[in-house]
């Protein structure tokens, strides 16, 4: 958008001498924008499960930095429980005095798309883990490290995705926890008004990440089929959208104008971005919504006899 009330009526949020801390920055978009914000003069933290990666990655921003004060760091850490995520972000946080970070990007996450009926009870249990707590609890660790700490004009920017707006077949593990995350965002705004601390939310599209290539290995062909019309965004595009986003102030971030449609059609009482633009979006989505629905279950009911055939090939309905 060329412009937005937040950033017409403050300045930009400039990452230039802040701490940021980036969960997932090992890869995908969780790596791109952590590169971005250090050649914007950032402090960089890192975080994510797999040691070699993270090495990788902090080479590469090490060779992005645009000054030698710049504290560049990077810690190996689950993040799946709160005392996990609180001894991460403690960590980090010792090479700042032990300080709460300025803004902090939970950017963690995955999918794993299949059949609702296929699903293995660990399958919904591991969704809700991938897709909402891993977020949360560095959300909840770094909520209570910057009140306590009288923290004011810290952020903090959640990850979704379109599917926090809609869903459709193959995301019964995924979209649940998708929403889950953006019904915290929205209450946190709100909230985390009380200590002067930001909460945003980044809804991309499909990003062409190491993450999207995993999904393909489990997702059913009519989910491709229908994915096929988002044409979605590279880690590097989609970290420029968040950060411009961001920077701007938005409490709901978008990167590309189909997550505006939906976005407009779904947006329920969070802040408006801008209330001009987004009643043009508005009609467009209450005309164009309901006709990408029906492209969607078209798809779904014209694939009914080989998805029955597939699981009668499988024994699904020998158990």
Known sequence: MLFTW???FKKPWNPDGKHCYVTGGSAGLGLALAKLLVTKGAHVSIVARDQGRLDKSLEEMEALRVSPSQILQAKSADLFSASHAKEALEHV???HDGQ????????AGSSKPMWFVEMTEQDLKEGMDY???VQAWTVYAATKMMV????????????CSMLGYMS????ASYAPPKHALR???DTLQSELMLYDIGVQIFFPPTIYSPGYENENKSKPDVVKEIEGTDDGLTPDQAAVGMLKGFARGDHHISADL???LFRAGTRGSAPRVNFIVEAVYDFISYVGTPIWRRGVDAAIRGHARAHHQYLEDRGFFKI
């Open 131 to 133: 897709g909402y707590w």
């Open 100 to 107: 709460a970070p300025d803004a902090v990007f939970s950017c």
């Open 168 to 171: 459709f077949a193959g995301y």
């Open 183 to 185: 019904g915290l965002a």
């Open 148 to 159: 306590r700490q009288g923290k004011k004009g810290a952020k903090i920017c959640m990850v």
């Open 93 to 95: 946080c010792q090479a």
């Open 6 to 8: 937040s950033s017409f």
């Open 258 to 260: 189909l997550t505006d």
